[in-house]
């Protein structure tokens, strides 16, 4: 099975609700942020980003809010479908920081029946 | 779609072998990227190259090198290999120019005894 979830915090959801998955990020001066999505076996795949002059974006069934005050990110998913089981994985950049990108831990979500 | 590919997705080697892993992008993509990825420790950054016969050092290159040759094909070289070496070993390319949102490969499970 998939080892990359070990040690994860993990967010149980119904099937159906809505999920928030939160992530604080680490310098005031990121400026684009990114969230992955890697299901078990596979490489993280892109999700949505958004830029620091946004504080929200909106995808399909996906919304991204940006709290630049608190440096917080959240990924907000519209009705959890059991596809959705994956670890999920913030990241952020900055200028003068070429196109590298800062990963953060992530967490698993996890949907009940 | 970009596509990014990796030569192996499991890889079982012994300690104080040379190991080479592959990665390809169809994308005409500046920047490549390997990350190896732990339980725990989340996406680490090894190396990444921003053109052809560039390289940079990341976060954690002690025992790596790599290889840009070609700007499609990023390669990772463990000179001798290590039992602490095994782990998930991500490829990953991106555009550049800020539009750095970075595509992965599939990943290499990769077991050192």
């Known amino acids: 099975g998939e080892s990359v979830g070990l040690h994860l915090p993990t967010l149980s959801v119904q099937e159906g609700d809505n999920s928030i998955i939160n992530c604080a990020y680490s310098?005031?001066?990121?400026?684009?942020f990114i969230w992955y999505k890697q299901e078990s076996g596979k490489g993280p795949q892109f999700i949505i980003d958004?830029?620091?002059?946004?504080d929200k974006r909106q995808g399909q069934r996906v919304t991204v809010l940006l709290n630049k005050t608190v440096k917080h990110l959240s990924l907000q998913i519209a009705a959890t479908q059991p596809g959705d089981s994956a670890v999920y994985f913030c990241a952020e950049n900055w200028v003068n920081r070429d196109d590298k990108i800062i990963f953060g831990k992530g967490t698993r979500l996890h949907i009940l029946p | 779609d970009v596509k990014v590919t990796q030569s192996s997705r499991y890889l079982v080697k012994r300690t104080g072998e040379k190991v080479f892993l592959e990665c390809v992008q169809d994308?005409?993509?500046?920047?490549m990227f390997w990350y190896r990825q732990d339980p725990g420790l989340g996406l680490r950054l090894i190396y990444f190259?921003?053109?052809?016969?560039?390289?940079e050092k990341g976060d954690i290159p002690e025992g790596y090198s790599v290889s840009r040759e070609k700007k499609e094909r990023f390669s990772l070289i463990l000179e001798s290999a290590s039992t602490n070496q095994t782990s998930m070993y991500l490829c990953?390319?991106?555009?550049?120019?800020?539009?750095?949102?970075?595509?992965f490969g599939p990943g290499t499970r990769l077991t050192v005894l």
């Open positions: 310098n005031s001066a990121s400026d684009y």
């Open positions: 190259s921003y053109d052809v016969k560039m390289k």
């Open positions: 990953a390319s991106s555009l550049g120019d800020f539009y750095n949102e970075q595509f």
């Open positions: 958004i830029r620091s002059n946004m």
């Open positions: 994308m005409d993509h500046e920047n």
